[in-house]
Nanobody, 121 residues
Framework: QVQVVESGGGLVQAGGSLRLSCAAS????????MGWYRQAPGKERELVAT???????NYADSVKGRFTISRDGAKNTVYLQMNSLKPEDTAVYFC???????????????WGQGTQVTVSS
C-alpha cells in the first residue's frame, strides 16, 4: 500500500502564490513519476504538472510560466509552486504517484485525498 498526502492548499488573492507539497510513503521501491491534477466544481479532473524520476517535467498550457513542479527523490516528495494565481486556478488539487513496490514489478498509481486551492478575485 502507498499513502499519498498533500498539504499547502488554502485561500489566496489573485496574483498571489501558494506552494503545495505531496509526500508518498509505504510500499515503495522506486517512483517513476509524481504529479498534480486538479478538479474544479462541475469540471473534469485535468492534468496540471508531472515530473519523472529523471526530472522531466510536463505542464498544462494554462499554467506554463506560472507553476513550477519539483521533487525531492530522497523524500518521495513533490512540490508545486504556484505563482500569479488566477480565480480560474480554484480547484481541488490532487497528487498522484506512479511507484513500484519491488524491483521489476509494474508501476501502480496512487492518489491523495486532495487539497483545496481557492483564489479570490
Amino acid at each position: 500500500q502507498v499513502q499519498v498526502v498533500e498539504s499547502g492548499g488554502g485561500l489566496v488573492q489573485a496574483g498571489g502564490s501558494l506552494r503545495l507539497s505531496c509526500a508518498a510513503s509505504g510500499s515503495i521501491f522506486s517512483i517513476d513519476a509524481m504529479g498534480w491534477y486538479r478538479q474544479a466544481p462541475g469540471k473534469e479532473r485535468e492534468l496540471v504538472a508531472t515530473i519523472t524520476s529523471g526530472g522531466s517535467t510536463n505542464y498544462a498550457d494554462s499554467v506554463k510560466g506560472r507553476f513550477t513542479i519539483s521533487r525531492d527523490g530522497a523524500k518521495n516528495t513533490v512540490y508545486l509552486q504556484m505563482n500569479s494565481l488566477k480565480p480560474e486556478d480554484t480547484a481541488v488539487y490532487f497528487c498522484y504517484t506512479n511507484s513500484r513496490p519491488k524491483i521489476g514489478w509494474p508501476p501502480i498509481s496512487s492518489w491523495g485525498q486532495g487539497t483545496q486551492v481557492t483564489v479570490s478575485s
